[in-house]
């Protein structure tokens, strides 16, 4: 079965950096576009980043120049690199896949403190 667990959630003040991890698992990873989104306190779930199975990327416009998404298919595991955070980034971060149906993670939070 389809599972992906998120880490590298925390604490860290404005300006500071986090690493987001994804490790996949119960499917073919390299073959699959891996996604990353975020729910902040009484928002919506919204889209952050994404990375194809070739490695083109894509971003939010709000995260454009500061966060990195990378994957390294060897080890099934999808990476959110976040610098330059705001307070505003603080939400729950979710990995997400498609593979007939929607897969998320657990979650992570990320708190960015003023």
């Known amino acids: 079965q389809v599972q992906l667990v998120e880490s590298g959630g925390g604490l860290v003040q404005a300006a500071g950096s986090l690493r987001l991890s994804c490790a996949a698992s119960?499917?073919?990873?390299?073959?699959?576009?891996m996604e990353w989104y975020r729910q902040a306190p009484g928002k919506q779930r919204e889209w952050v980043a994404d990375?194809?199975?070739?490695?083109?990327?894509n971003y939010a416009d709000s995260v454009k120049g500061r966060f990195t998404i990378s994957r390294d298919n060897a080890k099934k595991t999808v990476y959110l690199q976040m610098n330059s955070l705001k307070p505003e980034d603080t939400a729950v971060y979710y990995c997400?896949?498609?593979?007939?149906?929607?897969?998320w993670g657990q979650g992570t939070q990320v708190t960015v403190s003023s």
């Open positions: 997400h896949v498609f593979v007939y149906r929607d897969y």
């Open positions: 119960g499917f073919t990873f390299s073959r699959y576009v």
């Open positions: 990375i194809t199975s070739s490695g083109s990327t």
